[in-house]
């Protein structure tokens, strides 16, 4: 069971959690995201006019954001873990 202590100490945990700005405002989550959304575009620009290899080089590009974001932020370009 916690004791009254413990609770608190997890409560002012969880808040400074939830008061975290820079949340995914990275550059490396931006570039993720961008490169994703133009991709999607793509594709369901692709999709729609019926040219599958359009459609297929779309899901290509969001594997490659996905991969970029992760990248950038193993060199540091995305944000720290947080501490616990």
């Given at each position: 069971?916690?004791?009254?202590?413990?609770?608190?100490e997890r409560q002012k945990e969880l808040?400074?959690?939830?008061?975290?700005?820079?949340?995914?405002?990275?550059?490396?989550?931006?570039?993720?995201?961008?490169?994703?959304?133009?991709?999607?575009?793509?594709?369901?620009?692709?999709?729609?006019?019926?040219?599958?290899?359009?459609?297929?080089?779309?899901?290509?590009?969001?594997?490659?954001?996905?991969?970029?974001?992760?990248?950038?932020?193993?060199?540091?370009?995305?944000?720290?873990?947080?501490?616990?």
């Amino acid at each position: 069971m916690e004791t009254e202590q413990q609770s608190a100490e997890r409560q002012k945990e969880l808040e400074a959690q939830m008061r975290d700005p820079h949340d995914g405002n990275t550059p490396a989550a931006w570039t993720a995201v961008i490169i994703m959304i133009v991709a999607s575009a793509i594709g369901a620009w692709g999709l729609a006019v019926g040219a599958m290899p359009i459609f297929w080089l779309g899901v290509i590009l969001v594997i490659v954001g996905v991969v970029a974001g992760k990248v950038m932020a193993m060199m540091g370009f995305g944000q720290y873990p947080k501490r616990s």
